[in-house]
Every structure is written in structure tokens, then in C-alpha cells.
């Protein structure tokens, strides 16, 4: 693997905080700051820590303690503190951390359909669909018909266009329904694998629990918001031997059995919601079932639906929210006040606000409106997958973590056994004025930005 070199880069937009920057310099630490900064993969968001790491030789005969290899101080360290990469998924939050979010959500996704770490190569042969999962309406919205003609407001809305999703009458659009159901999204797609798997049994002619010795279901998805703000998800289904991915499935699975369960037990999941003034709620899918062969020409204009693209498909919206398709916020609102500064679209608003008085109701309180009113009442995970699908994003993240200390240990043999002591306290987050121009200044070192994912 080449060596990147870190560049820095001194033409900047934005105005440098000289007087900062110049204490760095006086002080002798403004080299290692930027080896500091360098480390966190472009990470703008980190974690600051205070606090020890202390690691000893230990014989591995006696198990006595010995010499101390390493010794790690914050106070000690150019910015003062340990900084620690944020590795939150949203763009809007950080662009790198996010970005690494992606390509390791791209990874799992293609080891489900093609095979690689740990996956068996076959899986590719087994039936796989790619299935959308949307909302049911809560009432009419500015849209862009696919047939040309103009939306019922009369207007032929730009893909720009900000009204877009928002409700042609706000006064009579069901914002109650619509938060609501983002908040039993969660449980409706747990539903609905369990009826997947009741439907299979069925085609195949076997119970359920026969089901388990012939065949399984596994799946990966994503959860994406539409314009109006309503939950949809985005799955790959594949069909497995009894042992999941490692096994063939029976002669009698085939794409197309899957795709007609998946459609039947769209229409048959229900979950019951509260009963708010009167008024019963149940949630269901809406009509809007688009199920598609994976390796089938009926993607994308006829082209070719292909692992690739399913994989990159799932991996842009894992690191989405609320705040890019309908513009409402990226954090925890702490009081609804706050709504009246934030320059968000009134459909949001409206969305935000409902969920704010919801999650007021005792009732209520299990769903936790307020603390997830800023994503529309949805509280589940954005990507969530079956236990034998594939690998898993821990894993991923401990090879990368492994293949950095591998790399840092290259030219320094280290003894069989050690013990380490460490103590850190959170401290914060976030950059300086001084250390934030510097790090956008800077190219990540080599071995922060997911090398050891590939392949």
C-alpha cells in the first residue's frame, strides 16, 4: 500500500485566527498539533478527553509486572487533551466520520450479496430482491409527477423546489398520523419479518418451525425520510439455507417466491398504536411497494439492478436525516422555544411541533417524542440488519482499529504480554478557532480514513 503524505495547505477562504495561531507558535506546539489534527481523519467534531494511559511489560512467565513501555498524559499532549473522533453518521454533523460511516455501511451490504469478509462467495447465487417499504398517506403534498403533469397545486415543481413534501393544506394534513407512525416504524418492519417468514413457510408448504430446517430469511436495510417527512425503508432480502449465508437455500427458493411473500406480508402487517381523544391509530405500509430481482435490467432506465448499485444505493441514505430531505434539525431539541429561531420549513415545524405535544402525554412516554422530536418522532436505527446477513459495522471498525496499531507497530516489536492502566474523563468537544483552521488545512494521515475495509 503507498504512503499518503500530509500536505498542508496555507491558501485558505476563511481568515486565520492570527493571534491564536501565533501563540501556537511561540509556544513551540503548533507541529504537534498538527500531527495531532492530522489524526482524526478530518474528523471537525471530536472528542475531547482528559485523563492517563500507562502500558507495561508484563513477564509472561511470572506474570509480574515490569518496565513501562508507553506512557499517555492529555495535559502532556499540543491541544491539552485527548482528541478522539466524533464517528457520527450524519453529513450534516461531520462530513468525515460520516464518510467512513458509508463506505463501512457499503461494505456490509456488498459482503451480503457477493460474499468477502467472512461471507461465503455463493451467497451471489442465493435469491436476493431489493425491496422499498414506504408510509401510507397522511394527505395531499406538493409533488413532481412522473407523468408530466403539473402538481395540484398547478405549479410544475424544480427537484430544488423547496415546497416540495410539504402538505397542500397544512390545517387538515395529519400531523398526528404522520408523527405516529415515524414512531412505530420500527416495530411495523419487526412485524412484517415475522410475517415474511410466515409467508415463505406457506409458498414452501411447511410451518414455521419447519421453515428453520429447510430455509432462512436474512435482510439489511436503511431507513430513509421522504420529502414530507414520513420514514421508508430500503432493504435487501435474500433467501438462505437453513445455516443462513453459509448454506444454499432448497431448490424450491426462488427470487420469485420471496418477492410475492414480501408483497403479501406487506399487506397484511398492523400494529396498533394509542388511542389519542377518541381516536384509534394502526399502523401499516402504504401502497407504494416497489420490490425488484437484484441482477434484473429494471433499474435505474433499464439498467442493470446490480450489487454495486444496491450497495451504494443503502449506503447515501445510512448516513441521512431528518434534516436533508425535509430540512429540520440534525440534534436534540432541549425546548420547543428554540423552534421559533431555527430556520426551518413551517411543514417541519409543524412535524417537530406536533411531536414536542405528543411526547407531553403520560400515555406517551414510552415512544420519547420530545428527546427524537427533531427526527420526526422515527427513534429506531437507521441501519439494522439480520444476525446472519453478513459482517457487522463493529467488526469493520475493530479491523481498521487493528490494521492502525499493526501500522504504528510495524518498526517496534512488542512483547507477548502487556498491561495497560488508563483513566479518561470526558471534556468536551469541538476545535478551537486556531485548531479548526488548521485541520481543514490538512490531508488525514495515512490509516485514518478506512483502509483495511476494502476488499
Aim: with cysteine; charged share 25%; proline share 6%.
Amino acid at each position: 500500500m503507498p504512503v499518503r503524505r500530509r500536505t498542508v495547505i496555507f491558501a485558505r477562504a476563511t481568515p486565520p485566527p492570527l493571534p491564536e495561531l501565533s501563540n501556537l507558535a511561540a509556544g513551540g506546539t503548533l507541529p504537534g498539533i498538527l500531527r495531532q489534527l492530522s489524526g482524526l481523519g478530518g474528523c471537525t467534531h471530536p472528542i475531547r478527553l482528559d485523563g492517563h494511559r500507562t502500558e507495561y511489560d508484563v513477564d509472561a512467565t511470572t506474570g509480574e509486572v515490569g518496565r513501562i513501555l508507553r506512557h499517555l498524559d492529555s495535559s502532556e499532549l499540543p491541544a491539552g487533551q485527548l482528541l478522539v473522533r466524533c464517528n457520527n453518521r450524519r453529513t450534516t454533523r461531520c462530513a468525515a466520520c460520516s464518510e467512513v460511516y458509508r463506505r463501512d455501511t457499503f461494505q456490509l451490504i456488498t459482503a451480503g450479496l457477493r460474499g468477502g469478509k467472512g461471507t461465503p462467495e455463493h451467497v451471489a447465487t442465493h435469491p436476493r430482491v431489493f425491496a422499498t417499504f414506504t408510509a401510507p398517506g397522511f394527505g395531499p403534498v406538493h409533488n413532481r409527477r412522473t407523468d408530466g403533469r403539473p402538481c395540484r397545486c398547478g405549479t410544475h415543481h424544480d427537484q430544488e423546489d423547496e415546497a416540495l413534501g410539504s402538505a397542500l393544506d397544512p390545517d387538515t394534513y395529519d400531523y398526528e398520523a404522520a408523527v405516529l407512525w415515524n414512531a412505530h416504524a420500527g416495530p411495523l418492519w419487526r412485524r412484517f419479518s415475522t410475517y415474511l417468514r410466515r409467508e415463505v413457510a406457506k409458498r414452501a408448504g411447511l410451518s414455521q418451525r419447519e421453515l428453520r430446517d429447510h430455509a432462512r430469511v436474512s435482510f439489511a436495510k436503511v431507513a430513509e425520510y421522504q420529502k414530507r417527512g414520513a420514514v421508508h425503508f430500503h432493504a435487501v432480502i435474500r433467501l438462505d439455507g437453513p445455516g443462513g449465508g453459509e448454506t444454499p437455500p432448497p431448490a424450491w427458493a426462488t427470487a420469485e417466491l420471496l418477492t410475492d411473500a414480501i408483497g403479501a406480508a406487506a399487506s397484511k402487517v398492523q400494529v396498533d398504536g394509542p388511542t389519542i381523544d377518541g381516536r384509534a391509530h394502526a399502523f401499516v405500509f402504504g401502497r407504494q411497494l416497489d420490490v425488484r430481482t437484484i441482477r434484473s435490467a429494471d433499474f435505474n432506465d433499464g439498467q442493470e439492478l446490480t450489487e454495486r448499485a444496491v450497495a451504494a444505493y443503502i449506503a447515501k441514505y445510512a448516513t441521512k436525516g431528518a434534516e436533508t430531505a425535509t430540512g429540520a434539525l440534525d440534534r436534540p431539541l432541549k425546548f420547543v422555544a428554540e423552534l421559533a429561531q431555527l430556520d426551518i420549513s413551517e411543514h417541519a415545524r409543524r412535524l417537530i411541533r406536533t411531536a414536542w405535544a405528543l411526547g407531553a402525554r403520560k400515555d406517551l412516554e414510552h415512544l420519547r417524542l420530545r428527546a427524537w422530536a427533531h427526527m420526526l418522532g422515527f427513534r429506531g436505527h437507521f441501519s439494522t440488519k439480520s444476525r446472519r446477513y453478513s459482517t457487522t459495522l463493529g467488526a469493520l471498525r475493530d479491523a481498521r482499529a487493528e490494521w492502525r496499531r499493526a501500522q504504528a507497530a510495524a518498526n517496534e516489536p512488542a512483547p507477548e504480554t502487556t498491561y495497560v492502566l488508563a483513566h479518561w474523563v470526558f471534556a468536551g468537544t469541538g476545535l478551537s478557532d486556531a485548531e479548526a483552521w488548521l485541520a481543514a488545512s490538512l490531508e488525514p494521515a495515512p490509516g485514518t480514513e478506512g483502509e483495511p475495509t476494502r476488499g
